[in-house]
């Protein structure tokens, strides 16, 4: 008696087509003067990238935050004690103009979760800081986060994700801006 098909097939495998090898063969099929070599990495990075921003709402939703709320409360607890940055360091971390960082902050500020102080170093400069209160959500947000993405991955062999770590990176690196 044959045992039957393996319920756990490995994810990914070429006897497991999906939905972009469907659209790179009508292509190849289509218009087999083009090479759609690309697609097969970067459809399946297109479609990744929307799947994570909707498990990166939903984390950060969880803890009372939108993504942009996430993105300012980050960046200060990322740069360490005091949890201060100026307004400028800010719209370099997070690519956004000043205007809009300036909307950004008046809104944490606002909701209690950033307050803006004096910057000791700089009589007419101010920086922002952390609150008590965004630090807890931060810090909730980014467990939740670490949670719903390693359940991404999980997959993936620790090699593997290496890998794929050190590939995205080299592909990055044309982009690289900090």
């Known amino acids: 008696m044959s045992p ?3 319920p756990t097939p490995s994810a990914g495998s070429i006897d497991d087509p999906d939905e972009v090898d469907a659209i790179v063969e009508a292509w ?3 218009r087999p003067d083009v090479d759609v070599t690309p697609m097969q990495v970067l459809s399946r990075v297109s479609r ?4 994570v921003d909707s498990v990166r709402k939903a984390a950060f939703a969880a803890h009372g935050l939108e993504s942009w709320e996430f993105d300012v409360l980050a960046a200060l607890r990322r740069s360490g004690e005091p949890y201060a940055l100026s307004p400028g360091r800010l719209v370099a971390q997070t690519h956004v103009t000043s205007g809009t960082m300036t909307n950004r902050v008046d809104r944490l500020a606002t909701r209690g979760l950033v307050e803006r102080q004096p910057d000791p170093g700089d009589r007419r400069g101010v920086l922002v800081q952390l609150t008590g ?3 807890e959500q ?3 947000a980014i467990a939740e986060l670490m949670r719903s993405e390693a359940s991404l ?3 993936l062999s620790p090699a593997e994700a290496e890998a794929l770590a050190t590939a995205l990176r080299t592909l990055m690196r044309p982009f690289h801006t900090t």
């Open 138 to 140: 931060v810090d909730g």
């Open 4 to 6: 039957g098909p393996d």
């Open 28 to 30: 190849h099929r289509e």
């Open 153 to 155: 991955l999980e997959d």
């Open 48 to 51: 990744l990238a929307r799947h």
């Open 133 to 135: 209160p965004g630090r």
